[in-house]
């Protein structure tokens, strides 16, 4: 069966500092990547994705991912947090082949910045 | 445009009793999910529909659980005879056609269920 593994449940970081959200899944052969963030009393917001080519995907908020497969991980990075970046940040993978729709996430990391 | 919505936002049921969750997808999306989020973990997968055909139910976690989409538009889940261990936030997903992994799941805000 699928997984991905959080393995930081609650990360507290300061404002202004840098960040990093760590996510690894189960090995496929072909998998797509998600980051998906969940405001206070909110659904789940996409906040990048990776479907193929290029292993650096970014959003139009700062944060960016990175795929990579030898390691079967996509941690998800910000260089400078804002008080507004608290949230709690899930990592979700598809696979290639039958039920790929289905998203299996992992448990989550709620993100909470310091001023 | 308006995204996917969801109703009621919060249910307290006694344990026991049947109740009923609705969701109205993004105009146009084919596509729609249930997921089930019990505290502290992450959502995970109960129902897929493809317009009105309900192609997979396999995260279903018993038979008080139900899904439908008879127009292929709006969805209700409904549970019979809750059970304290029913208490979770579900959330419904749609996306915009086909049964791709690389399709974005666009989520609404979720139904808070808790059963007393």
Redesign the interface.
């Known amino acids: 069966a699928q997984s991905v593994t959080q393995l930081d449940s609650q990360v507290p970081v300061f404002e202004e500092a840098p960040v990093e959200l760590r996510c690894n899944y189960s090995s496929s052969v072909s998998v797509y990547l998600f980051w998906y963030v969940q405001y206070p009393n909110q659904g789940l917001q996409l906040l990048l994705k990776y479907l193929s080519g290029s292993t650096l995907v970014e959003s139009i908020n700062g944060f960016e991912a990175e795929f990579n497969k030898s390691q079967t991980s996509f941690h998800l990075r910000k260089p400078s947090v804002h008080i507004s970046d608290t949230a709690e940040y899930f990592c979700a993978v598809s696979y290639s082949g039958a039920g790929s729709y289905q998203l299996t996430f992992g448990k989550g990391t709620k993100l909470s910045v310091i001023p | 445009g308006a ?2 919505s969801q109703s009621p936002r919060y249910k307290v049921a006694k344990r026991g009793q049947d109740v009923a969750l609705r969701c109205d997808p993004i105009s146009g999306h084919v ?1 729609l ?1 249930w ?1 089930q989020q019990a505290l ?6 109960l129902t ?1 529909f493809q317009n009105e055909a309900q192609l ?1 139910k ?2 279903l976690p018993s038979d008080r659980f139900f899904a439908e989409r008879p127009e292929g538009s709006v969805s209700t889940l409904k549970i019979q005879r809750t059970q304290q261990e029913d208490s979770a936030v579900y ?1 419904c ?1 749609s ?1 915009f056609a ?13 139904t808070r269920l808790l059963v007393l």
């Open positions: 995204g996917v596509s999910f997921y502290g973990q992450g959502p995970e997968f897929y997979d396999s995260g959330l997903a996306s086909g049964t791709s992994g690389r399709q974005t799941q666009y989520f609404g805000p979720g």
